[in-house]
């Protein structure tokens, strides 16, 4: 694989993504129990939002003024909203107190994390491994492994604790990527059916997210929730993206349409924009599919 996440961290994709993962955490978290939080493409753990603007060899334009870089000084944000953009906001004052420095998902997962919890991250590209590892020394919480993340699904569940969260948030960097996922939910749901699931996806051509759909909607799948932000309506490549999740913890979609709402209005990048949340499978017969326009 030849992806380089830094020069997109803190972008909307990141946004959206991160933004919902945190009230999923805390959602899975309202049980005493420990969890498993597996992240099956974790990256390099921290970003140099700096370097994101001089590329690997000639300068480029840097994504996260238009992601993280609008919700920094804003006060009016949902409380699940907020919460996320104080996490960012704690975390870079640590590391940059001038605000180039991003969390990716393993260290907000590892800052969310109670001490009855455990951390599995996994990540393919060497270089991007040895930097996740170097995040972590001596952290007897969190397990760093250099391995293709879909074979963690298989290798790592079902978890002892029983409770987990699994993140599958590839680079999407082939066709083949979308099959891929639904394989890899195919393998957790046999192995693990009670863990939650969250899968992130682009928004690029309709018909593949449609065929995405599809395929997933053949499998067994327990009550599975769909979100998603528009941000560029007419862009030639990512005009948003989603999140999928498979046993969404009790009322996460209330929780999860005010922060997508107010993402597509402050993240915009045309008109046209917007964001909603369905139902692929409901939680029981009475649950009806919810759509929201921005």
Partial sequence: MNYRHHFHAGNFADVVKHALLVPLVRGLQQKEKGCLFLDTHAGRGTYDLAAAATGDSRPRRPEHPDGIGRLWGRTDLPPALAGYVGLVRAFNDERAADRTCYPGSPW???????????????????????????????????????????????????????????????????????????????????????????????????????????????????????????????????????????????????????????????????????????????ESLSDAAVATGS
């Avoid at 209330?254 to 692929?280: D, F, V």
Wanted: glycine share 6%; with cysteine; proline share 11%.
């Fill in 108 to 282: 907000l997962l590892r800052r969310l994390a109670r001490p009855q919890d455990r951390l599995a991250f996994c990540e393919l590209h060497p270089e991007e491994f040895a930097l996740l590892k170097a995040e972590f020394p001596g952290d007897r919480q969190v397990s760093v492994q250099e391995m293709d993340g879909y074979h963690a699904v298989r290798g790592m569940l079902p978890p002892p604790e029983r409770r987990g969260l699994i993140l599958i948030d590839p680079p999407f960097e082939s066709r083949e990527e979308w099959a891929a996922v639904v394989a890899a939910v195919r393998d957790g749901l046999k192995r693990f059916p009670s863990g939650v699931y969250a899968l992130w996806y682009p928004l690029t051509e309709r018909a593949r997210v449609d065929e995405f759909f599809e395929s997933l909607s053949a499998l067994p799948l327990p009550p599975t929730l769909v979100a998603e932000a528009i941000i560029a309506p007419d862009a030639p490549k990512m005009k948003g993206c989603g999140l999928v999740i498979l046993n969404p913890p009790w009322q996460f979609d209330r929780e999860a349409a005010p922060i997508l709402s107010c993402l597509a209005k402050a993240l915009a990048q045309a008109p046209g924009g917007g964001s909603s949340h369905r139902w692929l499978v409901p």
